[in-house]
């Protein structure tokens, strides 16, 4: 990705001063926990009009817990964190595709042939490659 800073502060990453982050910093950061805010700011980026979108990232009562919770520090779990990365890439380079958020939004939210009508963010959401939820097993043919 071009743009590793515009994705840090997506994320709510603090920049380096040079502005770059190196890739082991982002995987330190978000195995150490992104910050809870990562979810709204990626959810808001996108899905602006869908207000459930972030439980799809983080599960509704997990989320309200740790809001709940929180004296402003919560954090996401590795896993969580990973979750919404992965999401945020996708934003991310779409963005830099489509050259105008709208048409990103409309992209990744449009039923697209070669996912057999799927849109590619449900795609995205289920899993690292696009497979099923849970434990790793692969659909049988």
């Given amino acids: 990705m071009k743009n590793e800073s515009a994705l840090a502060d997506l994320l709510g990453i603090a920049p380096?001063?040079?502005?770059?982050?190196?890739?082991?910093?982002?995987?330190?950061?978000?195995?150490a926990g992104l910050p809870i805010g990562a979810v709204a700011r990626v959810a808001t980026a996108v899905a602006p009009d869908d207000r459930t979108f972030a439980f799809h990232l983080v599960k509704r009562a997990t989320l309200?817990?740790?809001r709940s919770a929180s004296t402003g520090d919560a954090t996401l779990s590795a896993l969580e964190g990973a979750?919404?990365?992965?999401?945020a890439r996708v934003w991310e380079m779409a963005c830099?595709?489509?050259?105008?958020?709208?048409?990103?939004?409309?992209?990744?939210?449009?039923?697209?042939?070669?996912?057999e009508g799927r849109p590619p963010i449900d795609v995205v959401l289920e899993s690292e490659?696009?497979?099923?939820?849970?434990?790793g097993r692969a659909r049988a043919p």
Avoid: T
């Avoid at 830099?96 to 996912?115: G, I, M, S, Y």
């Fill in 83 to 87: 979750k919404v990365v992965r999401v």
């Fill in 96 to 115: 830099e595709v489509w050259k105008d958020d709208d048409a990103a939004r409309d992209f990744l939210h449009r039923p697209h042939p070669l996912l």
């Fill in 16 to 31: 380096y001063a040079s502005g770059a982050i190196p890739q082991s910093e982002m995987v330190a950061r978000i195995n």
């Fill in 64 to 66: 309200h817990r740790r």
């Fill in 129 to 135: 490659f696009g497979g099923p939820r849970g434990r």
